[in-house]
């Protein structure tokens, strides 16, 4: 059984008269932010927002390093934190690219070797 007062979507016939609906053109009033942001703090509420703090090594993060030398395959490696610091902050020190630091490192470890002083680590 179907329901005479409701309209079918396939009746070609009747055109739907859509003139009555008009965008708002009042605007609401809407709250200040001052307002939300004491409202959100009384209720504890926990921002999404990113927290804007300068890189530390106490938070892990560095400032990018963007370079255009040529380089361009990726080496991936794990290591101790410690032999990371101290990686970055050798190429700080003398002003070397990450690249430039890892390839003098391989020129000493060659040079080591062919002298006949392997350590062990």
């Known amino acids: 059984m179907t329901n005479p ?29 001052e307002q939300v942001r004491a409202v959100s703090e009384t ?17 892990g993060r560095r400032e990018p390093r963007r370079y255009r030398t040529g380089r361009n395959i990726q080496l991936n490696i794990k290591a101790r934190a410690d032999t990371i610091e101290t990686f970055y902050a050798l190429a700080d020190q003398r002003g ?12 000493a470890l060659k040079k080591e070797l062919a002298s006949g002083h392997e350590g062990n680590s």
Do not use: C, H, Y
Request: no cysteine.
């Open 5 to 33: 007062t409701r309209a079918s979507v396939f009746d070609a016939d009747n055109e739907l008269d859509v003139s009555g609906f008009l965008p708002r053109t009042v605007e609401r009033p809407g709250a200040k932010p």
């Open 43 to 59: 209720a504890q509420f926990q921002s999404r927002e990113p927290r804007r703090e300068p890189p530390t090594a106490s938070t």
């Open 96 to 107: 070397w690219v990450l690249g430039e630091t890892f390839e003098r490192a391989i020129g």
